[in-house]
């Protein structure tokens, strides 16, 4: 057996030969590795999350009651989609189609999956899409540059957001 040479001291070395040991390097490697893969498993449901936050969401239900309400005409207020269609901030639905009143299934889902970001399933109290455009004397965010679209949380309008929002999980 080839003698290693170590870094340490000569009486340590001599020490370990004296009682028939040899020193042992051992590799960090393994180690390393199993680091990195314990923290990618703690952190993967994270990045899922971000990646598919629709999942406990009712399609359906969206498409039904609370896609019309971003077409809907409010006194005083521009419809949602007006100000909203193509725009480039967090809440962007798609462009309605030529001489159509409402979104394509199509567009629908890509709709669903951006305001899906919008909202904590199962809490509509902390939930963007219901605080932002709602008035500050009733919770909501203290600007919206549409206005408030909602004077307070029993608008019913408001409250189907909120229920859908709330039914998810």
Request: aromatic share 10%.
């Amino acid at each position: 057996m080839a003698k290693m040479n170590c870094a340490f001291s000569s009486n340590f070395a001599d020490f370990l030969q004296q009682k028939g040991m040899t020193p042992a390097l051992v590799s960090l490697a393994p180690l390393a590795r199993a680091a990195v893969i314990i923290l990618f498993l703690q952190a993967a449901p994270l990045f899922a999350a971000d990646l598919a936050p629709t999942s406990s969401l009712d399609f359906d239900y969206y498409r039904t009651r609370v896609e019309p309400i971003f077409l809907k005409k409010r006194a005083g207020h521009a419809r949602c989609v007006v100000c909203h269609a193509g725009s480039t901030n967090a809440f962007h639905l798609e462009p309605l189609p030529p001489g159509s009143s409402t979104w394509t299934e199509a567009q629908s889902r890509r709709n669903f999956e951006i305001v899906s970001r919008l909202v904590t399933p199962g809490d509509p109290a902390s939930s963007h899409l219901l605080l932002h455009p709602l008035s500050p004397k009733a919770g909501g965010d203290a600007f919206h540059s549409g206005g408030r679209q909602f004077a307070s949380q029993d608008d019913p309008d408001w409250r189907v957001l909120a229920d859908w929002v709330r039914n998810g999980k």
